[in-house]
């Protein structure tokens, strides 16, 4: 197998802090050329999504998408388990999971891709068509943000990780959405106390550290 990588991109980072975590040695292949952030021309021609990560298993066959990969893995590699042992593990740890992307991720998206000048015509992923920037879409990311963090706080008020007591995929992708924020100018609110501890436990992670 090996993963189609870009260093910076957040869902990227998701991918090998997984593999990380698994203890697998997967070749990665950046794709990403120049100063203007692009994929280079020989991925995007044979792969049409435009987006990274990819992964490309032994036989053949590509899987794209962030957690499309993550849970390939999971199936072939099922420890460490990173994504529920029993249906109500897998549909809690869904749940904050798909909570820390949407809420986390996708707000911080809002605000760098709409202001970024690399992005300039480029407000959406996965295209080669001209999307234009829409600079509305900044404060409502900027609102997003501020209440991925304010419920993450609250919810690690009452568990040690994000989806319970045991460190899961969930807390990936909160690191990822955290970090990402970080990266364009947000900070933690200083009210937010247990997801400052959190954030602290979570970076001092060996795959957090190395997956940078």
């Not at 910076?8 to 040695?25: Q, S």
């Not at 298993?57 to 998408?65: F, P, Q, S």
């Not at 920037?133 to 993450?152: E, H, Y």
């Not at 460190?167 to 990402?180: E, K, P, R, S």
């Amino acid at each position: 197998m090996k993963l189609y990588n870009w260093q910076f991109a957040p869902n990227c980072r998701r991918v090998r802090m997984f593999v990380l975590e698994k203890g697998l040695d997967l070749p990665s292949i950046e794709e990403v050329i120049g100063d203007g952030l692009k994929l280079t021309p020989s991925y995007v021609d044979t792969w049409p999504h435009a987006m990274v990560p990819m992964l490309e298993t032994d036989d053949g066959a590509r899987i794209g998408e962030a957690m499309a990969i993550c849970r390939y893995l999971e199936d072939q590699y099922p420890e460490s388990n990173l994504m529920g042992r029993n249906a109500l593990e897998k549909g809690t740890i869904e749940m904050w999971e798909r909570r820390a992307y949407d809420e986390g991720m996708i707000g911080v998206a809002e605000v760098f891709r709409n202001s970024h000048p690399d992005f300039v015509d480029r407000g959406l992923p996965g295209t080669l068509e001209t999307v234009p920037q829409i600079p509305q879409l900044i404060d409502r990311g900027k609102g997003r943000v501020a209440r991925f963090f304010s419920k993450f706080d609250r919810q690690l008020q009452e568990t040690t990780w994000v989806a319970g007591p045991r460190f899961t995929v969930a807390d990936i992708t909160a690191l990822c959405a955290v970090d990402f924020a970080t990266f364009n100018g947000f900070e933690i609110p200083p009210a937010c106390t247990s997801l400052e501890r959190w954030h602290a436990q979570v970076s001092a992670r060996p795959s957090a550290v190395a997956s940078r």
